[in-house]
């Protein structure tokens, strides 16, 4: 029991890590990012959440971007409705092209910052933003998906040269 739960677990991490693979050789191309990105707003307390995923330059970023407003609340309820209305909260591919300094992601990063819009929404009402933002590496994923099948496949191979010295009448070691 215990070996099939573990030649499952190798070949499922196998997958995954071609699957990885594919992707960082993909997202490391010259062609557009694979980008999706969501965006909804939350009436109580009144804010707006957009949530990006893209694979651009080797690397999987993943990002938050959740608005609050301040102002009477008249307005800010307003401009929340007007954020419901306008936004359904599903995933939609994102065809912009992709940040500045996009090819420079090698190693893992997390990152939140306070963003300010000198820019008001509506009348009356102001914004402030928090950017949270995770930068992986896909060198990093697929690196860790490997594992396991590497591990299993030495294990193999050396059973498989145990047996043969043991056939041939040798110390199986």
């Known amino acids: ?9 190798a070949a499922v991490s196998l997958a995954l890590s071609l699957a990885m693979a594919a992707l960082w050789m993909r997202s490391s191309a010259t062609g557009p990012p694979i980008a999706f ?41 307003a401009h929340v409705d007007n954020l419901v209305a306008r936004f359904d909260g599903g995933w939609q591919r994102n065809n912009r092209p992709p940040a500045s300094g996009a090819a420079a992601l090698w190693l893992p990063s997390a990152g939140r910052q306070t963003l300010g819009f000198p820019e008001n929404p509506a009348p009356s009402v102001s914004e402030r933003g928090v950017l949270t933002t995770i930068v992986l590496p896909l060198w990093v994923l697929t690196g860790v998906t490997a594992a396991l099948p590497t591990l299993w496949l030495r294990r193999a191979l050396r059973g498989r040269r145990a047996r043969q010295r043991q056939r041939l009448g040798l110390c199986p070691t």
């Not at 029991?1 to 677990?9: E, F, G, T």
């Not at 009144?46 to 959740?66: K, N």
């Open 1 to 9: 029991m215990k070996r099939w739960a573990v030649n499952l677990a």
């Open 37 to 77: 990105k969501r965006v909804w707003a939350v009436v109580d307390p009144p804010a707006c959440v957009q949530d990006d995923i893209e694979l651009v330059g080797g690397a999987l970023r993943v990002s938050r971007l959740r608005c609050s407003y301040g102002g009477p609340p008249a307005a800010v309820s």
